[in-house]
């Protein structure tokens, strides 16, 4: 009696499992081949997508099905930077700004660990099914683990602590998520520690001043990047002076982050990335929230007020510091906000027209903002760094296929392969939009209902 009960309750699990279900009668967005196709029903089955078909279909065929008439399917959105160890808000980075005296960075790391649940929600409400964790603490493989075990979050690929040529004290509590490795001896035996996590990326924080010149460190990115290649393991390599992320790439770096900041990007280095198959995220949003929220000058979207954490967004105002625990930093910021925003202006001028004419080149773009640094809001900053990508001279097709199909090669492994299309086989990651994001890429915040893995969450219910 027992077992009958037993084998009919793994029955109603399956058959809850494989409901199938239509979206009936949208406009289904195609980035990987740029169509736009009306008149489209998009077949689910359990956690994949069975097919897409144009016209009338056969009802007996569909399942229960979705009116999406009027309405624009696209799939899950994917930013391919963000860190989990980080929460946007003004004390995440006591490195940069320290302001322990006012909240422990020890109290904000467990304020972090108890809101991962929250953090992953506010992704889905925004349509990001997948996000990458480009680096943190050994506990990020903790975080990953926890939002691949959970329906309501995003999937999860990560990178552990960051191989660095410097160090970051205030940031280390015992599991620091930078490293400072000093020979490449080193640099392999922590590859082989990040290997033992099954680490999907090794990060490397390739920091360059006059103390630590691009040939002194290159023989550890060197090594590490030999090292994690024979693990199978890609490397992503944060570079943002031309000539660091030109090393970086020679060395074999698969991923770069952040954009070339420093100048503009030559002929041969586009040559270079797009033969070397190396993918760039740019995360533009986040080169100007430091300054901003410094400054008292964040001028965050209607999508970050309305989908961020409030907590992590009411600490943003400095203004509500007392002024004798405002660090230095922050006072001359306060003191001259223009120099902050001319600064960012500087930033744009040259990350913006590198951003077109590494597109242009035909370089692999993915779409990622570094969210969880402060200002930079776990979620809707993805809206954000649209339209600065926008405004680099992209169009809302191109940067469609950033958000999608680019960001589901960065991704990458067996999830990343059915990640970021609409078509037969494809995990059933979809959002569904009031209005066309094609003709707008700011449309893709118009979001009526999100699917991750055939699950459906109507847009108004996801916060709630
Ligand atoms: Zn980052």
Sequence with gaps: MKKSIGLFL???AITAHAEKLSLVGGTVITPADGKV????????????????SIGKQDASSLGKQIDCAGKFIIPGLIDTHVHFFQSGDLFTRPDGADFNS????KDEVTWIKSHLDDVFARYIRCGITSVVDDGGPMWNFEVRAKANATAKAPRVAAA???ISSVSREKLDLGDPPIVKI???EQAREFVRKLADKKADFVKIWYIVDQDHPIEAFRPIVRATIEESHAHNTRVMVHATELETARAAVEEGADILVHSVLDKPVDDAFVKL???????LCPTLVVFERYGRVFSHQLNLTTEEQSWGNPEVIASLDVTKIPQDKLPDRIKSALADPKTSLDRIK???????PNLKKLEDGGVTIAAGTDAGNV????????????QLMKQAGLTDMQILQCATVNAAKLFGGPVGAGLGQIGEGYLADLVVLRSNPADDIAHASDIDTVIKNGVIYPADSILR
Excluded: W
């Design 10 to 12: 793994f029955l109603c």
């Design 37 to 52: 196709m009306p008149n489209a029903t998009v077949v689910i089955n359990g956690d994949k997508i069975e097919r897409v």
């Design 102 to 105: 006012v909240r422990p960075y």
């Design 160 to 162: 552990g602590p960051l």
């Design 182 to 184: 000093e020979s490449p």
């Design 273 to 279: 990335l797009k033969d070397r198959h190396t993918i």
């Design 346 to 352: 500087q930033t744009y001028d040259v990350a913006l």
């Design 375 to 386: 200002g930079t809001i776990h979620g809707p900053a993805l809206f954000r760094e649209f």
